[in-house]
Structure formats: C-alpha cells, structure tokens
C-alpha cells in the first residue's frame, strides 16, 4: 500500500514539474540569445553614432559659424560703409629680376585682416578657430589681385599654401603663400651703373572704394623681409610701403596699395666683362704708334684685330639687354674706346700717306731718296715688316727703281767692304732701335701723348658722371 502510493506520488511530481523545467530551460536560452543579439544591436547603434558624430562635426562648425544661414555672396556690412580689409606682407625672397623682359619674381606672405560679423560664434574661452582652403569656397574673402602681374601661383605643397583663422568676434585672418612674376618700368640709360625702382601693386579687382577700403595693417611696419635676403645682381638698397588710388573711368575709383624696392646694380661684374678688356684693346692699339711706320703688314693687322674685337665686345653687351632706343652708358663708353680705336687705324693710314707723299717730294727735289727713305728699306719692310740695313741682303728682298745701278753698285763692291758688312751685320740688332726712333714720323710722336691724354680725360668725365 505505502509502496502504490509513493508510486503515484512519484508519477505527479515528475508529470507536473517536467514541463516547468523545460519551459525554464527554453526561457534561458531564449534570454541568452536576446542578450547576444541585443548586445549585437547595441554595438551597432554604437557605431552608427560614432559615425554620425564624425558626420555631424563639420555641420557644427558650420552652424556654430552660421555659414548656412547667411549669404556669403555679399560682402560684410553690405549697403553700409566699406569694409576695411587691413594688409601685411613677409617678404621671403626676390627670385629674379630679369633686364631683357623687364620683369621680377617674388615670394611673400600675403595676410589679409577683416571682420565679418556673420562669422562670430560664443565661445567660452575666446579661442579662435583655424581652417584650411576648403572652407575658403563657403565664406565672403577680398578678391586682392597684382597690377601689372604676368603670372602667379598659391603654392600648393603637400596642400594648398592657405590658412583660414576666425575669432569669436567675428575677426578674420586669411595668410597665402604666394609667387608672384609682375613688370618692372626699368630705365637703362645709366646701365651698368644704374638703380632700378620698382613696385608690387595690390588692388580689389571688383570692390571699388565705395565698397572695400584697403589699407596697410601697421603702417611702414606692415612689410617685413628675410634678414639675409640678396641677389647676385644688385643690392636691395630699401623696401618700403605706400598706398593711393587708382581710376578706371568705367568703374571708378579703388583703393591700391604699393610695395616698393630700390635696386642698385653690382659693376664689378661688368668692370671684368665688359669695361676692362675695353680698356686692353683701346691700349693695345697704341702700340702701333711705336711700331716702324714701313711695317705695314704689323699696323694694319694690330689695328684690325683691335677694331674686330671691340666689336664683338659690343655685340656681346647688346644681346642682354632689352632693344631699347636710347643710348646706355655702357654705350657710350664702348663706343668712345671703339672711336679710340679706330683713330689709331686712321692715323697710320694718314702717317702712311704723309709718308709717300714726302718720299715722292724728295725724290723729284733730288732725283734720289736720301738715306732715311731708302727704297731697298722701304719696299723690303713692306713686304715682310721687317726692318733692312740698305747695305745687308738687300740683293735677294729689294727691288730698286734704277735697276741698271743697282746691278752696278753691286759688281764693283770690293773686298773689304765685304767685310764690313759682316762687321754691320753683328752690331745691326743694337742699331734697330735707335734706327726705328729715328725714323718714325711727327704724327706718331705726339699721338703717343696725345691718345693716351685725351682717353684718360674720358674715363675721368665718364665716371665723375655716371658714378
């Protein structure tokens, strides 16, 4: 009996609490998979937030500087007075400065300061917000362009040269990195000894002065250069800052302003190049006033060589430099020792003349050439520029007038005067000189003090001109 009804005790309890067990164990892992699947959900919207933080960010700044809602198109304070829009510049370097194309390149900083109302934001710290060029294409920026500019470019490595910085109230900086190649009026009439001005002129291109005040952010220091700035070519004697207007009759008046520089040329360069080896040639071509005036082929060939060269030296000067149509004063110097030069080649043609002229005279007074004009001497330097005793080989280089009493002379010549000619020969070398000095003409004489005067006198008035 005790046995049947533990029997049926057992039956109820396993019939009634089978199926709580089983129906707790299901409930468990049904949790348990809601749980992962709802971690899985949770990391999801995680990451979607992460992701639209990263997405919202921009859209802060915008709304914190109210892009969206303003029209940017117009200029700050529009309708009202202009906007002043303050300027500095950090020279970084002058890169060329080029004669023939009348043209500089330049390097700078170029900062623009304004203030846009439409751009504060409240900030808790009065801390300022820094961008690059892509927020550029969204706000209202001067539009500063370079007067008389032929090319320039934002430097664009490893990104674009631009920084955009806005203050809480509503105060801009905009710095770019720029190179600019522009015109350079150059005078060259005192070339090589000349200072060249020049200028970069800044100007609004579409806001006239009704609109857009530009002005010079702190005065005569709004223009810095680099401390070691130089050019192989000149010396940066001065950089300064000024401003005016500017009119164009179908827009009005604008506001400009100017960055000016004074340049002031190295001569040593063209002293080695160009006015020393003048000075060689122009000296050179005195020599032939000490050369015998019957060595024609040694005057005329010392006197051509001079003239061709100098003017190869001019030609050289002339191709560097622009076709302008005024007279330089490296032109007049090279052209006065070219004048020089070419004198020295008139006056032997004179002396030479003078010459045969006066030989002819004495020949038709005497019937004979004296001593001094020798026609055996005569004619045998001018055919190898060589110097002859009348009496030393002159049988196989001369040619006489009278032939018949040259042969004569010849066939009677005795022995012994054989042998003072071999004595004449060997003191004939100490004799040249004072031969030659005692055989040169008037003309030489004083050109030797006169050329060498008159070319020194220049030089002073050249230089205690230009200089």
């Not at 409240?122 to 008389?148: Q, Y």
């Not at 910085?165 to 720029?178: A, F, K, Y």
């Not at 110097?387 to 080989?393: L, V």
Request: proline share 3%.
């Amino acid at each position: 009996m005790i046995l049947a009804f533990q029997l049926v005790s057992f039956t109820y309890i396993w019939i009634t609490l089978i199926p709580n067990v089983c129906a707790a164990s299901h409930i468990r892992m049904t949790h348990q998979r809601c749980s992962s699947s709802m971690k899985q959900i949770c990391k999801q919207e995680t990451r979607m937030k992460k992701d639209d933080s990263t997405k919202v960010r921009p859209q802060k700044y915008e709304q914190l500087l109210h892009i969206e809602d303003n029209d940017f198109a117009m200029r700050p304070g529009f309708g009202g007075s202009p906007v002043p829009v303050g300027i500095d510049v950090h020279v970084e370097s002058i890169d060329s400065i080029s004669e023939t194309n009348m043209d500089f390149t330049m390097t700078f900083y170029l900062r623009h300061y304004w203030k846009d109302e439409r751009l504060s934001f409240p900030s808790t710290a009065n801390k300022s917000m820094t961008f690059d060029h892509r927020l550029i294409r969204k706000i209202w920026v001067p539009d500063i362009f370079f007067v008389h500019s032929k090319r320039s470019f934002i430097h664009d490595t490893t990104m674009e040269n631009i920084m955009l910085r806005v203050h809480p109230d509503g105060n801009v900086l905009l710095s770019l990195r720029i190179t600019v190649s522009a015109m350079c009026f150059m005078d060259f009439s005192r070339f090589p000894l000349d200072t060249q001005n020049c200028s970069l002129e800044l100007e609004s291109y579409a806001y006239n002065e009704d609109d857009l005040m530009l002005y010079w952010k702190h005065g005569n220091k709004s223009l810095n250069t680099e401390e070691h700035m130089s050019l192989s070519q000149f010396f940066i004697e001065d950089f300064s800052a000024s401003s005016g207007l500017a009119f164009y009759s179908s827009t009005g008046w604008y506001n400009r302003l100017f960055i000016n520089f004074v340049l002031r040329r190295h001569i040593f360069f063209f002293v080695l190049q160009t006015y020393f080896p003048a000075i060689l040639m122009v000296m050179l071509s005195w020599v032939s006033f000490w050369i015998d005036r019957r060595a024609v082929p040694a005057r005329v060939s010392l006197g051509i060589t001079t003239v061709l060269t100098m003017s190869t030296i001019i030609t050289a000067v002339s191709a560097s430099m622009p076709q302008v149509s005024y007279l330089k004063a490296v032109d007049v110097y090279l052209w006065v020792s070219s004048f020089f030069v070419f004198l020295s080649v008139i006056e032997y043609a004179a002396v030479n003349y003078l010459t045969t002229v006066e030989e002819q005279k004495q020949f038709k007074k005497t019937g004979k050439i004296s001593r001094m004009y020798n026609i055996d001497a005569v004619q045998a330097m001018a055919f190898d520029g060589c110097y002859h005793d009348s009496e030393i080989d002159m049988d196989q280089t001369s040619l006489s007038l009278n032939s018949e009493d040259f042969m004569r002379r010849k066939s009677i010549r005795s022995p012994s005067t054989d042998s003072t000619r071999i004595k004449r020969r060997k003191s004939l070398g100490g004799h040249v000189g004072r031969i030659i000095l005692g055989n040169n003409h008037v003309i030489d004489t004083y050109s030797r003090i006169l050329f060498p005067v008159v070319y020194i006198l220049f030089n002073l008035f050249y230089w205690g001109v230009y200089v």
